[in-house]
């Protein structure tokens, strides 16, 4: 599919400049082929974890000889289409990343999770059902992710990861795990 390749070899997730990159990759004219991406994107039979699983079955064989596969984890918010929020999972490669799996909310409403830290525990074993079964997956994300419950789910799911946490979460953590105590 020259969508996929069109979001690989364009750097950029705009419609349009993906329409222009499959066209280009397909020889024909970029306003078919956004019409073309439009009607895959608003099919209701198209199947997001399908899209996912073509993504990650394209890319893997090529971190075949990588030793480790670094997945960021991160939520992004954009401040020009206020009240959207998105968390996303990215191969690391290099300062960029290959976009894997997305879920988008309005700020505060995480569409039947009852909280942030549930929707983000949902995420994670979501993508983890997508990919392959693979010990070299490191789950890496930002202080945002620093707590303790998720350190111990992480841990219990047997999922490596590395998460930047301020001292007194690293303090807490590491008392939880070493006193049976809950945080």
Same mark, same amino acid.
């Given at each position: /599919?020259?969508?996929?390749?069109?979001?690989?070899?364009?750097?950029?997730?705009?419609?349009?400049?993906?329409?222009?990159?499959?066209? @280009?990759? @397909?020889?024909? &004219? /970029?306003?078919?082929?956004?019409? #073309?991406?439009? *009607?895959?994107?608003?099919?209701?039979? /198209?199947? +997001?974890?399908?899209?996912? $699983?073509?993504?990650?079955?394209?890319?893997?064989? *090529?971190? $075949?000889?990588?030793?480790?596969?670094?997945?960021?984890?991160?939520?992004?918010?954009? !401040?020009? #289409?206020?009240?959207?929020?998105?968390?996303?999972? @990215?191969?690391?490669?290099?300062?960029?990343?290959?976009?894997?799996?997305?879920? @988008?909310? #309005?700020?505060? =409403?995480? +569409?039947?999770?009852?909280? *942030?830290?549930?929707? !983000? =525990?949902?995420?994670?074993?979501?993508? #983890? =059902?997508?990919?392959?079964?693979? +010990? &070299?997956?490191?789950?890496?994300? +930002?202080?945002?992710?620093?707590?303790? %419950?998720?350190? =111990?789910?992480?841990?219990? !799911?047997?999922?490596?990861?590395?998460?930047?946490?301020?001292?007194?979460?690293?303090?807490?953590? /590491?008392?939880?795990?070493?006193?049976?105590? *809950? %945080?």
């Amino acid at each position: /599919m020259f969508f996929v390749d069109a979001v690989l070899t364009s750097h950029n997730v705009c419609l349009a400049e993906i329409a222009r990159q499959a066209a @280009s990759l @397909s020889g024909g &004219r /970029m306003h078919y082929a956004l019409k #073309r991406l439009w *009607r895959f994107l608003h099919n209701p039979r /198209m199947d +997001d974890d399908a899209v996912v $699983q073509g993504l990650i079955s394209w890319v893997w064989p *090529r971190l $075949q000889h990588w030793k480790y596969v670094p997945i960021s984890i991160d939520w992004t918010h954009n !401040e020009s #289409r206020y009240p959207w929020t998105t968390i996303a999972a @990215s191969i690391i490669l290099g300062r960029r990343g290959i976009p894997l799996m997305m879920w @988008s909310y #309005r700020k505060g =409403q995480y +569409d039947g999770h009852l909280s *942030r830290n549930h929707c !983000e =525990q949902d995420f994670i074993r979501h993508l #983890r =059902q997508l990919l392959p079964k693979d +010990d &070299r997956i490191i789950l890496i994300a +930002d202080r945002g992710f620093a707590r303790v %419950s998720l350190f =111990q789910w992480l841990i219990k !799911e047997n999922i490596p990861f590395i998460i930047r946490a301020p001292r007194s979460t690293q303090e807490r953590f /590491m008392g939880s795990q070493l006193y049976g105590a *809950r %945080s």
